[in-house]
C-alpha cells in the first residue's frame, strides 16, 4: 500500500522560507558592531563632574550606592546610608532626624511659639533643639523660682558649634532685660550671662521668656538651647558692677550690701535705705562735668498767667511774696505743694520723671552752692521751655522762648560770693519735654566741678534721718515729708 506524505500547510511552508531567507550565504557581509554609548552619567566611567559611576549599579534606593548622580551616597539623599540613623531628605534639624543624619531623641520645639505669648514650656537645665527659617522666631517660657540670676546657652548639634543666633531674655512684665549676639563668649557664641549683662542679675522669681532668632534674619538649620539659674548673684564677686547696682561705690552691689547708700545705717535701720542721710554721708557736689543734680524742687503748678506769652515764665511767685526772696526748705508747703528734694548725678534734670506729661505748667528748683573764694563766673541753663534764673535774690536769666534742652543754651555772667550762694530756678512746660541743663563755668569756659551743694540756708546739708511727721519715711526720700 503506497501512503501519500500531505503536503505542507501554507502557514508553516511560509515560516520555513523565512528562515531560509534569514540564514546568511557565504557571501552575505557581517552585521555592523553597535556604537559605543556616549561618555556621560551611568556609563559606568568616572569622568568630568563624577565622583563615581557603578553603571547599571547606581542607585537611589540601595544604602551606601553611588548615586544616580553619580555622587556617593551622603546625608540628606533620602537613604539611610552606613553610619547615619535616619536621613529625611532634608538639611533642618528640629524634626526627628538631624542636618547630620542622626536620629534627634531630645525635646524638639513646636511651632507656633513665635512671640512671648505663644512661647513653650522650659524647664531650666532642659536643653531643647529648634531650627530658625527665614524670619522665624522660637520664644521660651522659663520660670525662675526664687530670687537670682539666669544665663541661657546656644549651641550647635550636639553641644558643638555656635550658631548665628540673636538672644533676648524677657521679664514677667514682658519688658526686654539682656541679650546675646554671636562673638558674645569666649567661644564666639551667642550666649546671655549674668557676669556680661546687667539685666540678667537680681531677678525676682517669676515667669520669664527666652527667645531664639537668626542673627540679621539669617536660616538656622538646628539650634540646641539650654537656661541655667542661680539663686545667689551676689556670689558673682569681683565684677566691675554697674553704677546703678553699686551707687555708694563700695564695691558690694545692692542686692549684696547691708547698707546699700554707704552713709554708715544699715539698711534695716535706715529710713531712705537708697539716700545718702546718716552719719557718714558725704556732701554733695556738681559732677565731674560741672552740672548740678542736688536740688529742692515745687511743683508742679497749673493755670499759672504768664499773659498767653507762649513759654515764658508767669510774673507772679507761685511760692511765696516774692521769688527773689523765698528760701525755701524741705517739707515746707507752698501754693499747695510741697518741697521735696531732687538728688542725681546725672547731667540733664527731667521734671517728667517726677511731674508726669502734663503741659502748660510751672516747677521751681532751689539749691546752694559754696565758692571758696568771690569769683566772676558764667552760670548757663538749657531750659525746656522757658525759664527765669535768681542768684542771691537777683533774676540774671529770663527765657521765653520754646525749645528742648541744650548744654549751655543760655548764659550770664555773674558774681559767686565768697561762701554760700543760693540759686533759684523757674521753669515752665509749654509741651513736649520738660527739663533742663544747670551748671556754673568759670570765664575760660571750664565748669565748676566738685563745687560743695547744699538744701539748706547757710551751711552744708545734713540732713540725718530726720523724718518730719513721724512716718517711718526719711524726710529725703518721703514724697509727703510733711505728711498728708
Known amino acids: 500500500m503506497i501512503r501519500t506524505v500531505p503536503l505542507l500547510t501554507v502557514p508553516l511552508l511560509a515560516v520555513l522560507l523565512a528562515a531560509l531567507a534569514a540564514c546568511p550565504s557565504e557571501d552575505s557581509p557581517p552585521e555592523p558592531t553597535p556604537a559605543p554609548l556616549p561618555p556621560g552619567c551611568g556609563d559606568g566611567v568616572v569622568e568630568g563632574f563624577e565622583t563615581c559611576d557603578d553603571g547599571l549599579g547606581n542607585s537611589d534606593e540601595r544604602a551606601d550606592a553611588c548615586r544616580a548622580d553619580c555622587r556617593p551616597a551622603r546625608c540628606g539623599d533620602a537613604v539611610v546610608d552606613t553610619g547615619e540613623t535616619c536621613d529625611d531628605g532634608g538639611t533642618w534639624g528640629a524634626d526627628g532626624c538631624s542636618p547630620t543624619c542622626a536620629v534627634e531623641e531630645g525635646r524638639l520645639e513646636e511651632e507656633p511659639n513665635d512671640t512671648n505669648f505663644a512661647a513653650e514650656e522650659l524647664a531650666l537645665d532642659e536643653t531643647i533643639s529648634g531650627s530658625l527659617p527665614d524670619g522665624d522666631v522660637d520664644c521660651f517660657h522659663v520660670e525662675l523660682p526664687g530670687d537670682g540670676w539666669m544665663e541661657a546657652d546656644v549651641t550647635g548639634e550636639g553641644g558643638e558649634g555656635c550658631p548665628d543666633v540673636f538672644l533676648e531674655l524677657v521679664g514677667p512684665d514682658f519688658g526686654l532685660l539682656a541679650t546675646g549676639t554671636p562673638g558674645g563668649d569666649a567661644e564666639g557664641c551667642s550666649r546671655i550671662e549674668p557676669i556680661r549683662e546687667p539685666g540678667a542679675r537680681f531677678l525676682t522669681g517669676g515667669l520669664y521668656a527666652v527667645c531664639v532668632q537668626g542673627f540679621l534674619d539669617r536660616e538656622v538649620p538646628l539650634y540646641e538651647l539650654t537656661v541655667t539659674a542661680g539663686d545667689d548673684t551676689c556670689v558673682l564677686e569681683g565684677l566691675p558692677w554697674t553704677d546703678a547696682e553699686d551707687p555708694d561705690g563700695d564695691g558690694d552691689p545692692n542686692g549684696c550690701d547691708e547698707d546699700d547708700d554707704g552713709d554708715g545705717v544699715d539698711d534695716v ?128 536769666i529770663d527765657i521765653a522762648g520754646c525749645q528742648g534742652t541744650n548744654v549751655d543754651q543760655f548764659t550770664a555772667e555773674v558774681t559767686l560770693l565768697e561762701g554760700w550762694n543760693r540759686v533759684l530756678a523757674k521753669v515752665r512746660d509749654h509741651g513736649g519735654g520738660w527739663g533742663m541743663f544747670f551748671r556754673f563755668l568759670d570765664l575760660s569756659g571750664s565748669p565748676l566741678a566738685g563745687y560743695e551743694l547744699s538744701l539748706q540756708d547757710g551751711g552744708p546739708w545734713v540732713p540725718g534721718q530726720s523724718d518730719l511727721d513721724d512716718d517711718g519715711v526719711g524726710d529725703i526720700c518721703d514724697d509727703t515729708p510733711a505728711g498728708e
Open 269 to 396: 535701720d535706715d529710713n531712705c535705705p537708697l539716700d545718702p542721710n546718716g552719719p557718714t554721708m558725704t556732701a554733695p557736689v556738681s559732677n565731674a562735668e560741672g552740672f548740678i543734680g542736688t536740688w529742692l524742687t515745687i511743683g508742679e503748678f497749673h493755670e499759672v498767667d504768664n499773659g498767653d506769652d507762649g513759654c515764658r515764665c508767669s510774673a507772679e511767685s507761685l511760692i511765696g511774696e516774692d521769688d527773689a526772696t523765698t528760701i525755701p526748705s524741705l517739707g515746707d508747703t507752698a501754693g499747695g505743694e510741697v518741697w521735696l528734694t531732687w538728688l542725681q548725678t546725672a547731667n540733664r534734670v527731667n521734671f517728667k520723671d517726677r511731674y508726669g506729661g502734663q503741659t502748660d505748667r510751672e516747677v521751681y528748683a532751689a539749691t546752694w552752692i559754696h565758692s571758696p573764694v568771690e569769683q566772676d563766673v558764667t552760670m548757663a541753663i538749657g531750659p525746656d521751655d522757658g525759664a527765669r534764673v535768681w542768684l542771691n535774690g537777683e533774676v540774671h
